[in-house]
């Protein structure tokens, strides 16, 4: 059984650093998508960032330089790096994966972590 539990969420303040981690587990073959996703308060579930199995990589305009993924094949672990977080990335933040597409705009990932909080103070 596929499962992904996602780490190292909390408290920042503006200008500082903050690094997520997802680890997965429960598969034999590697995931073609992985990504991290986030819902605030009152509104609706929005696409961080995507790494593909193939080395693509895309991320969301707003956090564009100042956010990096990366995965650790050997480890099986997804990371989100926040540089310079601002208070409106201020949300629940969510790992997914999907074992039958690479990576797409449309993708609908067949799991989910439970979510780590990150709040963002300026």
């Known amino acids: 059984q596929v499962q992904l539990v996602e780490s190292g969420g909390g408290s920042v303040q503006t200008g500082g650093s903050l690094r997520l981690s997802c680890a997965a587990s429960g598969y034999t073959y590697r995931p073609y998508c992985m990504g991290w996703f986030r819902q605030a308060p009152g509104k609706e579930r929005e696409g961080v960032a995507t790494i593909g199995s193939d080395g693509s990589i895309m991320y969301a305009d707003s956090v564009k330089g100042r956010f990096t993924i990366s995965k650790d094949n050997v480890k099986n672990t997804l990371y989100l790096q926040m540089i310079s977080p601002k208070p409106e990335d201020t949300a629940m933040y969510y790992c997914?994966?999907?074992?039958?597409?690479?990576?797409?705009?449309?993708?609908?990932?067949?799991?989910w972590g439970q979510g780590a909080q990150v709040t963002v103070s300026s």
């Open positions: 997914a994966a999907d074992f039958g597409q690479l990576c797409s705009s449309g993708l609908k990932f067949g799991y």
